[in-house]
């Protein structure tokens, strides 16, 4: 099932040539005319990019937001009328409440501390809705059913690496306690009236649309966010029968769901970068969640009506595919938000509005071509959740994409060396897009989307490939699984244990150098 492929210099060249990743012939250098010397410069270079991206300003979202600098990459030569990797493909359909990996497991969680016993067959579910997904995806049961097992094996498990990962564990439940803050409050009741209740004067006329796009972004950052666009609301990615606060909802749209505001900010690097025990996503979770609180507020006191989307709320929309229209990135293979700034290290939040704004376009910035060769992402995934295939090779309510199996997925989380057992971001510390911010970063971000040839890409990959460590996909797993809890990269010196508490260190760190 899992990917035994390791990425060592030296390793498996052959392999990538005959894929067509590292095919980078010296013909195709020499008619770059120079790129092999531009090569060897960047290679020269990098140690002073390193360097630079070791310092903790060079993160965008830490020092720049409040000044709206972090959104560095210019996104209007690359607008487009739609985005590329939200290509149609047969009839559009919206989602149903099941299709939400995080409707289904809380449901299932709840069934189980009511007394229901899982067993091997999907018919036996006792939620409808939950029943009625795996109707449609009867292969997906045994890998939500193999999740059960590893939370059980994981409980089992987990206390004896305390140690280790004590640092680790207490920096996620710092954040996870804010996340469960009852800021901002979850609706209960009618829309028409809870997203009014944030109203607290009379409307406040803008100049134009544009004029209140240009201060709400603003504002976006002044709420700690990294990045944010604004798009149309499109009933296409909103829930059918799914309303907080109201369970009998039907499948109508509010009528004052005019715009969305979306916007999100990074996790912290360096833990995410390393072993899937030393942090989860709630750094990035708070602080989303706390800008969609404050945004929601601010739109208040100028006397519109509002309605925030936030990590862990359940969501009426799906937020993803919704960015890509906002032009905020693309889809990876992985499923995920790729950005120029953070690669897909980011967590969104996002409200809902019935304020006149002015929408952004989409962008095309030659992500689909990078993930159709890359397929790092892949081969590094633990639960081998994520397809290989050359190009998108499902149809998912109407829209091509690359295959994901969200159950399998489930299968990692749960059995992740964490107090919560929660969490894998594999994917994304590996992806070539998640690199922190420094000029050899921003160099490769402009050049690529400019290359027509591809030739760039190719090299890029070829190089990152063969010169960069990347563990194989089963040492990710915890010991008790056959794993080494391997990183990316090593722990950050402020996450070890045994720098600061007084434990005995009898592990020994996996990954490439600290901090890259």
Not at 102 to 116: D, P, S
Not at 175 to 193: C, L, N, Q
Not at 233 to 262: A, C, L, Q, Y
Not at 342 to 363: C, F, M, Q, S, Y
Request: aromatic share 14%.
């Amino acid at each position: 099932m899992w990917s035994k492929y390791n990425y060592k210099s030296g390793v498996n060249v052959k392999e990538q040539v005959e894929s067509g990743v590292a095919d980078t012939s010296r013909r195709d250098f020499l008619k770059l005319g120079g790129a092999a010397a531009a090569t060897a410069t960047i290679g020269a270079a990098a140690g002073a990019g390193f360097v630079l991206g070791r310092d903790p300003d060079a993160n965008v979202g830490w020092g720049r937001t409040e000044s709206g600098h972090d959104m560095y990459f210019d996104r209007e030569p690359f607008r487009v009328d739609v985005a590329p990797t939200m290509e149609v493909a047969g009839e559009l359909t919206r989602p149903e409440w099941s299709d939400f990996l995080f409707h289904r497991t809380r449901v299932l969680g709840a069934e189980m501390k009511n007394g229901w016993v899982p067993t091997t067959d999907w018919r036996e579910i006792p939620d409808e809705r939950v029943r009625e997904y795996y109707s449609r995806y009867p292969e997906r049961w045994a890998d939500m059913y193999q999740s059960f097992e590893e939370k059980a094996e994981h409980a089992q498990n987990f206390e004896q690496h305390r140690s280790r990962f004590a640092l680790g564990w207490a920096y996620s439940a710092a954040y996870m306690r804010g996340v469960k803050s009852d800021f901002p409050p979850s609706p209960k009741g009618h829309p028409d009236e809870v997203d009014f209740q944030w109203v607290k004067r009379t409307k406040q006329e803008f100049k134009s649309p544009k004029h209140a796009s240009e201060l709400i972004k603003k504002m976006a950052f002044k709420f700690g966010m990294s990045i944010v666009g604004i798009t149309k609301m499109d009933p296409n990615f909103m829930f059918k029968n799914t309303m907080r606060g109201m369970p009998d909802w039907d499948e109508s749209v509010p009528k004052h769901w005019k715009n969305v505001i979306i916007f999100g900010t990074p996790m912290n690097w360096d833990p995410m970068y390393a072993a899937i025990g030393y942090s989860t996503s709630y750094d990035g979770y708070f602080r989303a969640k706390n800008a969609s609180g404050l945004m929601a507020a601010f739109l208040g006191e100028l006397g519109y009506a509002a309605r925030p989307q936030w990590p862990g709320s359940d969501y009426e929309i799906v937020v993803p595919p919704l960015a890509i229209q906002a032009g905020m990135g693309e889809a990876a293979r992985n499923g995920i938000l790729l950005t120029p700034e953070l690669g897909p290290n980011i967590r969104l939040a996002a409200v809902i509005t019935e304020l006149d704004l002015e929408a952004d376009k989409p962008i095309d910035t030659k992500v689909k071509h990078f993930c159709e060769e890359c397929k790092i992402c892949a081969d590094s995934c633990p639960s081998g959740s994520i397809s290989k295939a050359d190009k998108p090779d499902a149809i998912v309510r109407g829209y091509r994409k690359f295959d994901f199996n969200q159950d399998s997925c489930w299968t990692m989380w749960r059995q992740g060396p964490t107090e919560t057992a929660m969490g894998c971001r594999v994917c994304i510390a590996v992806c070539p897009y998640t690199r922190k911010n420094n000029w050899i970063h921003a160099l490769v971000k402009e050049t690529d989307p400019r290359d027509p040839t591809g030739i760039t890409r190719k090299t890029l990959l070829a190089m990152q490939h063969n010169f960069f460590y990347y563990p194989e996909a089963e040492a990710y797993h915890g010991d008790w699984n056959g794993g080494r809890f391997a990183g990316y990269h090593q722990p950050p010196e402020w996450m070890r244990s045994e720098n600061y508490l007084k434990v005995e260190k009898t592990w020994e760190y996996d990954g490439n150098w600290e901090g890259f």
